[in-house]
């Protein structure tokens, strides 16, 4: 999708969405007031948040599409609302067959037009996005292009240039994370996860090392290998760096995805029911990586470094077995009591990793880690573990802004015995209780006490069913969220 600002006047579309504040339902165009006098008369619509009414209308001899858009009362304006107003209209749009639609935005007093006009390009760019490449005839169809256009804001300004351009590359990069995750695992395996990140550094400004099999051993990444090893797909360590800040060369903001490209369960074998999306189990890549292509995209100053642990958890004769005692890169042993829970042993030596190699300064690691997430959120929110309230006001604020929920959970020192081992340093499954808590804890066992936050996306990085800005699959979270907490800590 290709989204641009166009003069108000512009309208000769498929289809034109208007949005429109309840305390004002009045347009300069004649024909257009006369269908929303009507619209309103017949109460059919009134501007109230998520209403939409649509009509036809003729310019210059051709039909065309009107679908208005209520946005609610001007004074209770807000982000969300204007990011689910736009997914009303590009849905009503496609259902509209349309290939261009101009979006006209109301004069406000309550927000600031460049917002308005950034989270409407984003959320077009969401709502529109569909994944039919595997459809035979689904690939036929028409690719969208969106102008949006402001109440007398004739040319766009530079500061509405920047922010559709801004959003453009917001959207490239929660995109990719869509992609990644919804491409199935026959595809999408560490090798070919890597090469896609190559491809994205080479694009967006950020270098990738890809190191396999013999460098992992090297590194004592035996956490890591332990889970990769009953597969026949090669394990990759991904590492990307992006240094847009070198005069604070000691300030590294480490991100550290879970890359389960797929996962079975292991010898803990998954029930069928749920391994179908396992496929997913990579969404903390994925997310780190759409971060890292929008990062490196808009030039942010500060330095960010980030790493995949790639590989499959599947079983054959080589497989990792419950009651196993492994290494780590961190020297710590770890008892295996559930080959299912190996997300964090990957993740445990790419944190080691980011630390010790990389030098990270502060660690975020992204990670579709339990179902105990799923369970005690839903798929709306992203639970959180940390260290360090500073750190988790700024992931806060950020998704303020964003409208991306998270949620911290408590990290009380009686949770922290649980991941203890009666034959190891640690266990990496404490069981059914605190399964969240105790997941982030044993990642904070390898954090060398650098500020840390943990989120654990196994509900929000996929959605069960069509949502006003996701399809059924892969929905880019929180890769929104990180970019905008990356921007902040970037000024
Ligand atoms: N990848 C799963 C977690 C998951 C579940 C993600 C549902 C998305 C949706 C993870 O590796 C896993 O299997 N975790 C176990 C941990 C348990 C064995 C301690 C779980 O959640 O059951
Ligand atoms: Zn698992
Ligand atoms: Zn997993």
């Known amino acids: 999708m290709n989204v641009t600002y166009r003069s108000f006047s512009c309208s000769?579309?498929?289809?034109?969405?208007?949005?429109?504040?309840?305390?004002n339902l009045s347009m300069s165009k004649e024909d257009i007031n006369k269908n929303i006098e009507y619209a309103k008369n017949k109460n059919l619509f009134t501007g109230k948040i998520g209403q939409t009414y649509t009509f036809t209308r003729e310019v210059n001899e051709t039909i065309q599409n009107v679908v208005l858009v209520g946005l609610?009362?001007?004074e209770d304006l807000n982000l969300d609302t204007i990011?689910?107003?736009?997914?009303?209209?590009?849905?009503?749009a496609k259902e509209l067959k349309a290939t261009t639609v101009f979006i006209k935005l109301p004069k406000v007093d309550t927000l600031e037009v460049e917002e308005i006009i950034k989270n409407t390009a984003v959320a077009a760019h969401l709502a529109g996005y569909t994944f039919n490449k595997y459809k035979t005839d689904a690939k036929?169809?028409?690719?969208?292009?969106?102008?949006i256009g402001r109440c007398g804001i004739k040319e766009a300004t530079p500061e509405i240039a920047a922010?559709?351009?801004?959003a453009n590359e917001i959207a490239k990069g929660i995109i990719l994370a869509r992609d990644l995750v919804n491409e199935p695992a026959n595809v999408m395996y560490p090798e070919t996860l890597a090469e896609e990140v190559v491809k994205a550094g080479k694009e967006n400004g950020f270098e990738v090392e890809v190191h396999g099999t013999e460098k992992i051993k090297e590194l004592k990444m035996e956490a890591f290998y332990s889970v990769a090893k009953g597969s026949s797909k090669e394990p990759k360590l991904i590492v990307m760096r992006y240094f847009g800040n070198p005069e604070q060369k000691g300030e590294i903001l480490g991100l550290v995805g879970k890359g389960l490209t797929f996962d079975t369960g292991g010898y803990s074998l998954k029930p069928s029911p749920s391994m179908i999306d396992m496929k997913s189990d990579m969404g903390g890549a994925a997310s780190v990586i759409g971060a890292m292509t929008a990062i490196a995209n808009r030039k942010l100053k500060i330095n960010v470094v980030a790493v995949v642990a790639a590989c499959e958890n599947a079983i054959s004769g080589d497989a990792y077995k419950p009651g196993d005692i492994i290494g780590s890169m961190a020297g710590k042993t770890i008892e295996i009591r559930n080959t299912d829970a190996e997300g964090r042993l990957t993740l445990v030596d790419a944190v080691n990793y980011i630390i010790e190699k990389e030098n990270a300064s502060e660690v975020i690691d992204l990670a579709t880690l339990t179902g105990a997430a799923l369970v005690a959120l839903g798929e709306t929110t992203t639970a959180v573990v940390t260290n360090n309230d500073r750190f988790y006001g700024e992931l806060k604020d950020a998704s303020a802004y964003t409208g991306e929920k998270f949620w911290q959970l408590p990290s009380f020192e009686e949770y922290a015995e649980l991941v203890k081992s009666d034959v190891a340093d640690l266990n990496n499954s404490p069981g059914r209780n605190a399964g969240t808590i105790t997941a982030g804890l044993f990642i904070g066992e390898f954090v060398q006490g650098k500020p840390w936050l943990h989120l654990d996306i196994a509900g929000t990085a996929w959605s069960e069913k069509k949502t006003d800005l996701t399809i059924k699959g892969g929905t880019g979270a929180p890769v929104y969220t990180l970019y905008e907490l990356v921007k902040r800590k970037s000024k």
Do not use: F
């Not at 289809?15 to 309840?22: D, F, S, T």
């Not at 036929?140 to 102008?147: F, I, M, R, Y």
């Not at 922010?163 to 801004?166: F, L």
């Open 12 to 23: 000769q579309t498929d289809v034109q969405v208007i949005y429109l504040v309840e305390n």
């Open 72 to 74: 609610g009362k001007e």
């Open 83 to 92: 990011r689910k107003a736009t997914a009303k209209g590009i849905r009503k």
């Open 140 to 147: 036929k169809e028409n690719a969208l292009t969106v102008s």
């Open 163 to 166: 922010a559709v351009e801004e």
